[in-house]
Each structure stands twice: as structure tokens, then as C-alpha cells.
Antibody, heavy 121, light 106 residues
Framework: QVQLQESGPGLVKPSETLSLTCTVS????????WSWIRQPPGKGLEWIGY???????DYNPSLKSRVTISVDTSKNQFSLNLRSATAADTAIYYC???????????????WGQGALVTVSS | DIQMTQSPSSLSASVGDRVTITCRAS??????LNWYQQRPGRAPKLLIY???NLQSGVPSRFSGSGSGTDFTLTISSLQYEDFATYYC????????FGQGTRLQIK
């Protein structure tokens, strides 16, 4: 069974770049799309973006100007960079696998445990 | 953007109750609607995909229905482990979640 694990700094200063990596184990990163989702403390879920194993990304329009998601198939990892971070970016960041079956759309079928990132000086 | 609106935002119920949560899309999303359960301090877990298909391992007391803009998640007989927050998610155009429905013990 595939497992995902987020890693990266838990504290980021305002205006700096928030960077996280998701390591995929128990399965190949190839053949799937991989996504980042965040959840501010006590609030709901917000999709950030996804990337496929060919490196083609798609982003939430509300974050598109600040987000880059990349993939390293040799390490079975994908990463998130969120530029110009502010306190509003404080959240638990989840990485997730997207499963696409014909006609069923995109489904987040496996999730990491989440990583809390606080943006504060 | 497609907005997803869940109702109610919170709900109190007892073990054994039948519960229904509604999710409404701001435009038709065909059947591209999924449901997730999130227990406190845990990552969300996929329950149902494409409106009514139970993810492997999910108990049969969970069911989903709907199409177009209106969808429901039903739990036929609540168990203690079902008290959690539930989210709908569409994938018809981009990806968006509902705001969540918190199911609490009465």
C-alpha cells in the first residue's frame, strides 16, 4: 500500500518561500498525479495544485501566481514551493495521490499525515 | 470557479441514527463528486467516489446519491467512529471542496 510523508520546515518567516517535499513509498510515482492540499487550523480543505509524473502541473487559480509544484521521479518525491508567504498561509499541508479511473474524475485516494507550517517572524 | 456548499455546517446525532449530509454545486458537475471523512488530528480519508462508489474497506452503512448539482451522503446507522467532519469535493472543473459538515454526538 502506498504511503506518503511530508517533510520540511515547520516555521517560515513572512515574505519567504514555504517549501515542502512529499516522499512516496510502497509504490511508484509514475502513472499518477500528485497533489498538495492545505487546511488552516480549525478550517476546511483547500486544493493547492497537482502534478503528473511527466512534470505537467495545474494550480488553484487563487494561488497560481505564487505556487510551483515539481516532481523528481528518481527519488519518488514531489515538492511544493509557495512564494511570498504570509500568516494566511499558516496551515497543515497534506500531500495526496490522485486516482483517475475512466469517467470517475480525480479522487484523492491516499494522503500523507500532514505537516503543520506556521508563517511567523 | 465551482463553489461547493454543504448543509448543514454542523449536526448533532446519536448512535444508531440515520444521517444525511447535502452538498450543492454552483453549476452542474455531472457525477464527479467525492466524499471524505476527517477525524480530529487525522488526514482526510476517501469514503465515496463518483457519487455512489464505496472506497474499498468503507462500511456499507455509508452511501451516496445525486447528480448534476445536488448530492447527498447518508449514514444509515451511526457508529461512534463516524463522528467526524465530512467534506464533498468536485473534479468537474478544477478541484474544490465543500466547507465541511461537522457531525457531533448528541
Amino acid at each position: 500500500q502506498v504511503q506518503l510523508q511530508e517533510s520540511g520546515p515547520g516555521l517560515v518567516k513572512p515574505s519567504e518561500t514555504l517549501s515542502l517535499t512529499c516522499t512516496v513509498s510502497g509504490g511508484s510515482i509514475s502513472g499518477y498525479q500528485w497533489s498538495w492540499i492545505r487546511q488552516p487550523p480549525g478550517k476546511g480543505l483547500e486544493w493547492i495544485g497537482y502534478i503528473n509524473d511527466f512534470g505537467s502541473p495545474d494550480y488553484n487559480p487563487s494561488l497560481k501566481s505564487r505556487v510551483t509544484i515539481s516532481v523528481d521521479t528518481s527519488k519518488n518525491q514531489f515538492s511544493l514551493n509557495l512564494r511570498s508567504a504570509t500568516a494566511a498561509d499558516t496551515a497543515i499541508y497534506y500531500c495526496a495521490r490522485i486516482y483517475r479511473a475512466g469517467g470517475f474524475g480525480r479522487t484523492f485516494d491516499s494522503w500523507g499525515q500532514g505537516a503543520l507550517v506556521t508563517v511567523s517572524s | 470557479d465551482i463553489q461547493m456548499t454543504q448543509s448543514p455546517s454542523s449536526l448533532s446525532a446519536s448512535v444508531g441514527d440515520r444521517v444525511t449530509i447535502t452538498c450543492r454545486a454552483s453549476q452542474s458537475i455531472s457525477t464527479l463528486l467525492n466524499w471524505y471523512q476527517q477525524r480530529p488530528g487525522r488526514a482526510p480519508k476517501l469514503l465515496i467516489y463518483a457519487v455512489s462508489n464505496l472506497q474499498s474497506g468503507v462500511p456499507s452503512r455509508f452511501s451516496g446519491s445525486g447528480s448534476g448539482t445536488d448530492f447527498t451522503l447518508t449514514i444509515s446507522s451511526l457508529q461512534y467512529e463516524d463522528f467526524a467532519t465530512y467534506y464533498c469535493q468536485q473534479s468537474y472543473l478544477s478541484l474544490t471542496f465543500g466547507q465541511g459538515t461537522r457531525l457531533q454526538i448528541k
